[in-house]
């Protein structure tokens, strides 16, 4: 057998304004920024060409918190042609969204909603993934999201439901480890099972970040909560290492903060645990090759 040559992973930042200044000022450090696509739906033109300038210095991606891809309600057009003019203004490297649902009956929830884990949530998503190709004219990658409780109404597990996803389109995984980490603490299984049982070759990006625990009001015991305004903990980490010591492709990771900022060397201290999460599993990928696992 040949041996497995090194792969080259990138780390990167959510690109957020009161970070603005730091990102600029350290893109020596920063492998890729993520920007939220729906801040610019509505922006004058002069700012989707900042974009667009931000995007040849650094590695861009747009990330969309609004499709409500995950449903059996069609995906909103209007917003879907709003993705599609600022990617072709801004050309970013790639664009993701969340397999969540945020609408129903006419009403915005304004939460990021996991659906109902169900054959029929599936086909809806399919749907509205086939729609989002057809008129933003290229595929996102598909996020995985956080949930206090075990969605009413399922039928599969997230392992299950997120392969039937996958099996059904043409979209790659956006990785979410701290929602993996989340739903394994508050609906009761192994996060670890899960990477193991997903097709690790469709992940084209990860996130990680941070929350906290909160005491439950209609739920016994304590529940976590995915908020993004605290440090990554070294569970996520741990499971980094875990799919870089499983997946052969280059990895790109992504480091969400979104309030609470501490002091920016603090954040770059996380990118460097990220990176280092990376190489540790990268080493146990090329001591034994045999472990990397697809399904």
């Not at 970070?19 to 350290?26: G, P, S, T």
């Not at 996020?143 to 039937?164: K, M, Q, Y």
């Not at 903990?233 to 010591?245: G, Q």
Request: contains cysteine.
């Amino acid at each position: 057998m040949r041996p497995m040559a090194p792969v080259t992973d990138r780390v990167g930042l959510g690109w957020r304004a009161l970070l603005a200044a730091d990102i600029l000022a350290n893109l020596d450090r920063i492998d890729v920024v993520e920007v939220i696509a729906d801040d610019y739906f509505d922006a004058p033109q002069r700012d989707r060409q900042a974009l667009r300038l931000l995007g040849r210095q650094v590695p861009l991606v747009l990330h969309g918190v609004s499709l409500g891809l995950a449903s059996t309600v069609p995906v909103d057009v209007v917003r879907l042609d709003h993705m599609a003019r600022l990617i072709e203004d801004v050309e970013p490297w790639f664009w993701s969204e969340h397999l969540a649902f945020v609408r129903g009956g006419g009403v915005e929830i304004g939460h990021l909603a996991a659906p109902p884990r169900t054959a029929a949530t599936i086909e809806g998503t399919a749907r509205n993934l086939a729609t989002t190709r057809t008129i933003v004219g290229s595929a996102p990658l598909v996020e995985n999201v956080s949930t206090l409780f075990e969605p009413p109404g399922s039928t599969l597990d997230e392992a299950t439901w997120l392969r039937g996803v996958l099996a059904a389109t043409e979209n790659d995984l956006l990785l979410d480890l701290h929602n993996l980490y989340t739903n394994g603490c508050n609906c009761d299984f192994d996060p670890y099972d899960v990477i193991a049982n997903l097709p690790l070759e469709r992940v084209g990006c990860i996130h990680i970040a941070g929350g906290k625990w909160v005491q439950a009001t209609r739920f016994p015991g304590r529940r976590r909560l995915d908020d993004h305004r605290h440090a990554t903990p070294p569970p996520v980490f741990d499971l980094l290492t875990e799919v870089a010591r499983r997946a052969r492709q280059p990895l790109v990771v992504i480091l969400e903060r979104d309030g609470d900022y501490p002091a920016f060397d603090e954040l770059l201290a996380e990118l460097d645990a990220a990176r280092a999460a990376l190489a540790h599993g990268r080493a146990a990928q090329l001591a034994k090759p045999d472990v990397v696992a697809t399904i």
